[in-house]
């Protein structure tokens, strides 16, 4: 029962959330100027504000939100560990290296299409050195391994992103650092359905191994006693969940936060079976992500804040109280 | 269901050490079998080995007369339940969702639980004595609570045979006792058992074959009065000892005595 209402309250505050982004913004529209629009009859700067910024911006975040988040708890799930994010694998740092590349060599300006592909190619890159290095090793995926080769191949990414950085001109490490930070400004169809591409198809996937991830959580050595296939299952789940997150890195730079506290505070409410943990991850990933940008462009007017800054403000307080009341007795 | 080995070894990764080196073994159908031996001696190996999940460099593995790399996981799981020695729990998980863990095998990726399927969870937590724990976090459970949750999950995989490691470890008299009766029972009502143990006074008792292993190798297999034999025992544990018929159970039991030469 309580799961079920919580399934339906966070779709309405996915809904809602879309809603609210699509209104407010630096020219408010009124509900009906918004359903004028979507018919077609509607006033033509309201019509293009609407469909070609706002609409793709709100359903970006979305698909952001909800694929960080539900990677999140796949990765927590994998690794057995509640403070695994998606980026914790090294790919932010492989996808923001590929970012500052383009960025630094003045091959690209924040808004060219070049610059996703780039932060996609590293990212890439850097899931597939991470799974080289853990799968060497052995012939099996050890855990402890991948989660150290992701943190070395990250520090790596790390140190060309400082060199790239100190070699560049201020105007393209103001740039670097701003897409580091993350935003979802760069909204379009396109890259809506770029995102949708990667992140629909790969979240089935991985809801369709909601069980057998749940036996990984209670050990390896086990999982593979109650009839999972385990290597099977961690290198679908590693290789899915991390595409994902390219995908949303790609298109929308470096949002912290949202992969690591959106599923751990739903673990805190609905414990930690993955069959629910990861749909309502989606949906309390895409709603939160998706009010934090509304946030992010109103609290400033003109200007945007970073979203990392609005997740990290709205996220910490919140988890704090959900902490604080599982806790309590 | 019964289990054959024959001329079983395995080496983990590159290491020189065998750590089953040529391992042949028959457990029956519906017998109680213990397996005993000293640390480090291949027991958990062996079982890892009965079960297909570790990779064999030679012999063979059957499972009710098939070869264990025949099975897939899922088939396997279906037919024997087993319990590992060790398990980290990564999360919280409610005993009922962790016993329900056992219809594993059963489902598919989309299909639900049944009422069947319910009914098995509740006929286990019954057969372990843990009904009333269902809705307790597993992390909480005392030591002899979390054993016998661990087994009711096993048995919630409705198996034709249980493969245990160790259950009694680190268990009072009574949980003890209350293990090895339950498994004793499911014995007797036709399950075939394996049992790895450190406990060789109650494997004595309750088993109907025993074999002991040592450095990967079989060092004696049998009914227990073959096996209960004073220089087997001394070489195998390096220990002075003395079997005697103990004159409660009728069972050969044994007493370590002092050591005169090591500390």
Redesign the interface.
């Known amino acids: 029962m309580k799961r079920r209402f919580l399934s339906l309250l966070l779709a309405v505050a996915v809904l809602l959330a879309v809603f609210l982004s699509v209104r407010l913004g630096h020219v408010s529209l009124g509900t009906g100027d918004v359903f004028r629009a979507l018919k077609g009859n509607g006033n033509p700067t309201h019509t293009r504000i609407l469909l070609e910024i706002r609409l793709p911006r709100a359903l970006l975040g979305v698909l952001v939100g909800g694929g960080l988040a539900l990677s999140g708890s796949v990765f927590q799930?994998l690794l057995?560990?509640?403070l695994a994010e998606p980026y914790i694998l090294g790919i932010s740092g492989g996808s923001a290296a590929g970012a500052v590349l383009v960025l630094s060599l003045g091959l690209v300006t924040v808004s060219s299409v070049l610059l996703p592909a780039a932060a996609f190619a590293g990212a890439l890159l850097a899931i597939v050195l991470v799974f080289r290095v853990a799968a060497s090793a052995?012939r099996s995926l050890d855990v402890r391994v991948l989660l150290l080769a992701g943190v070395v191949v990250g520090s790596f990414f790390t140190a060309v992103i400082a060199l790239l950085l100190s070699i560049s001109e201020a105007q393209a490490v103001r740039s670097a650092v701003l897409w580091m930070m993350g935003s979802l400004a760069g909204a379009s169809w396109t890259r809506v359905l770029l995102v949708a591409g990667y992140t629909l198809p790969s979240g089935l996937v991985l809801m369709?191994?909601a069980?057998s991830l749940?036996?990984l959580?209670?050990?390896e050595?086990?999982a593979?006693?109650?009839?999972?296939?385990v290597e099977r299952v961690k290198r679908t789940a590693y290789g899915v969940a991390s595409l994902i997150t390219a995908a949303g890195v790609a298109v929308a730079g470096i949002i912290g936060f949202v992969g690591l506290i959106v599923p751990h505070a739903l673990?805190l409410i609905v414990?930690?079976?993955q069959r629910l943990l990861l749909p309502l991850s989606f949906l309390a990933g895409a709603a939160f992500l998706t009010s934090a940008d509304l946030v992010a462009r109103l609290i400033l007017d003109p200007s945007e804040v970073p979203i990392g800054v609005i997740t990290a403000f709205l996220g910490v307080p919140l988890f704090l109280v959900l902490l604080r009341r599982s806790l309590s007795p | 269901m019964n289990f054959q080995t024959s001329e079983l070894v395995v080496r983990y990764?590159r290491a020189r050490a065998k750590a089953l080196a040529g391992v042949s073994m028959e457990v029956p159908e519906g017998a109680l079998y213990a397996v005993l031996g000293p640390n480090g001696s291949g027991k958990s190996t062996l079982m890892?080995a009965l079960?297909g999940?570790i990779p064999l460099e030679a012999g063979t593995v059957r499972v009710g007369g098939r070869e264990t790399r025949d099975w897939t996981?899922?088939?396997?799981?279906?037919v024997?339940?087993?319990v590992?020695q060790?398990?980290?729990?990564?999360?919280?998980?409610?005993v009922r969702?962790?016993v329900g863990?056992?219809r594993?095998?059963h489902?598919g990726?989309?299909r639900r639980e049944g009422e069947g399927d319910r009914e098995a969870v509740r006929a286990a937590l019954a057969r372990c004595d843990v009904t009333d724990l269902v809705a307790r976090d597993v992390t909480t459970l005392s030591g002899g609570e979390l054993q016998r949750v661990r087994i009711a999950r096993a048995l919630a995989?409705e198996p034709s045979a249980l493969v245990l490691d160790e259950p009694t470890a680190s268990l009072d008299v009574r949980h003890e006792m209350s293990i090895f009766q339950l498994l004793r029972a499911s014995a007797d009502g036709g399950m075939t058992v394996l049992l790895i143990t450190h406990h060789i006074n109650l494997a004595a008792r309750f088993a109907d074959r025993l074999l002991l292993l040592n450095e990967g190798r079989v060092e004696a297999e049998g009914a227990v009065r073959d096996v209960f034999r004073e220089e087997i025992l001394e070489s195998v544990y390096r220990w002075p000892l003395a079997v005697r018929t103990d004159v409660v159970s009728g069972t050969p039991q044994i007493t370590p005595l002092s050591s005169v030469s090591e500390p």
Do not use: C, K, W
């Open positions: 799930a057995r560990n509640p052995d369709g191994m069980r749940n036996l959580s209670i050990g050595e086990t593979g006693y109650l009839g999972t296939d673990r414990g930690s079976d | 990764g890892r079960l999940l996981r899922r088939e396997l799981a279906r024997v339940g087993a590992p060790a398990e980290h729990l990564a999360f919280p998980i409610s969702d962790f863990m056992g594993y095998p489902l990726p989309l995989q």
